[in-house]
């Protein structure tokens, strides 16, 4: 079992919906979670970071985390074609300082 | 703000030639991380600055990987003899000092070993 699990997709939404991505761990001691935005070629960006349960509101992005089912996501209000990227969900353990990336989703947004 | 910056871009090499990388971590971050993409794979970590301190190698695949950061500034990661399994995108991420700060990307280095 991977310690990051995301479906690979690719996940197509028309222009003006909601993109929902999901992530789950393993590791119960995860501590926090982030999800990284990469465009083909391009270093992964930080779009959103969490560290408790509930979700935490950015523009338009939200985050939703719930350490009892280990599962965190992202959802994207209002897509846009240029959110199309692939979206990689990271977690830090408890004592340490890496990230554990699962394999990431890639997003398609149809004008 | 400069972000983080690699070096080179690109570098394609023969099986058993040694390769370097570069990684120009943004100003004033102590906290620098290799991380390396194999294809069809998830980013995986290889090692942790912590200036000029190696904090966390567990990553580190074998001794054919060595990594340094001579100063606390910008790091290097050799990689001698280069073997076809080597091949894929290393990245390097810096961070403030402290826990749970934000880890911000470089663009990578893709290496191609032939």
């Known amino acids: 079992q991977k310690e990051v699990e995301q479906n690979s997709g690719p996940l197509s939404v028309p222009e003006g919906a909601i993109a929902s991505l999901n992530c789950t761990y393993s590791?119960?001691?995860?501590?926090?979670f982030f999800w990284y935005r990469q465009y083909s070629g391009k270093s992964p960006e930080l779009i959103m970071s969490?560290?408790?349960?509930g979700d935490k509101e950015d523009g338009r992005f939200t985050a939703q985390l719930n350490k009892a089912s280990q599962y965190v996501s992202l959802l994207i209000r209002d897509s846009q074609p240029s959110d199309s990227a692939t979206y990689l969900c990271a977690v830090r353990n408890t004592g340490f300082q890496k990230l554990v990336f699962g394999t990431g989703t890639r997003l398609l947004v149809s004008p | 703000e400069a972000g983080v910056t690699q070096f080179p871009s690109h570098s394609v090499i023969e099986k058993g030639q040694t390769v370097t990388l570069r990684c120009d971590p943004i100003?004033?971050?102590?906290?620098l991380y290799w991380y390396r993409r194999v294809m069809g794979k998830e980013i995986k970590f290889l090692l942790h600055f912590v200036k000029e301190s190696k904090q966390d190698e567990s990553g580190m695949p074998n001794n054919r990987f060595l990594a340094e950061r001579t100063g606390g500034t910008y790091s290097t990661l050799k990689v001698q003899p280069a073997e076809l399994e080597d091949s894929g995108v290393y990245f390097c991420?810096?961070?403030?000092?402290?826990?749970?700060?934000?880890?911000?990307f470089g663009d990578g280095t893709r290496l191609s070993i032939l």
């Open positions: 100003s004033g971050h102590d906290n």
């Open positions: 969490i560290y408790s349960n």
């Open positions: 991420a810096s961070s403030q000092a402290g826990t749970d700060q934000p880890q911000h």
């Open positions: 590791d119960r001691g995860s501590q926090s």
